[in-house]
């Protein structure tokens, strides 16, 4: 049974840092696309970022520069480094699991986890 748990999610406020977590169990993790996504209340869950198998990366516009994304495949591990923080980051965020080797749409993934709340104050 695959089981993706984020973690790190907090209230915060602008300009500050964060960092998620998300620990996968059941898959063989090293072999999947990874990648955060966000919803906030009334919009649509979007991609914030990407990680292949082999380590190459990409961003949604909005947070170029000031998020990071990275994986620890022997700790089965996801990270999301976010600083600079806007209130317009304030989401629930997601990660999320793909046999792909390259998944930059959210109908790729195979496997989500139940979110973390992050919450950006003025």
């Known amino acids: 049974q695959v089981q993706l748990v984020e973690s790190g999610g907090g209230l915060v406020q602008a300009g500050g840092s964060l960092r998620l977590s998300c620990a996968a169990s059941?898959?063989?993790?090293?072999?999947?696309?990874m990648g955060w996504f966000r919803q906030a209340p009334g919009k649509q869950r979007e991609l914030v970022a990407a990680i292949t198998s082999g380590g190459s990366t990409n961003y949604a516009d909005s947070v170029k520069g000031r998020f990071t994304i990275s994986r620890d495949n022997a700790k089965n591990t996801l990270y999301l480094q976010m600083n600079s923080l806007k209130p317009e980051d304030t989401a629930v965020y997601y990660c999320?699991?793909?046999?792909?080797?390259?998944?930059?749409?959210?109908?790729?993934?195979?496997?989500w986890g139940q979110g973390t709340q992050v919450t950006v104050s003025a």
């Open positions: 059941g898959l063989t993790f090293g072999n999947y696309a």
């Open positions: 999320a699991a793909s046999g792909s080797y390259y998944a930059p749409a959210a109908n790729e993934y195979d496997y």
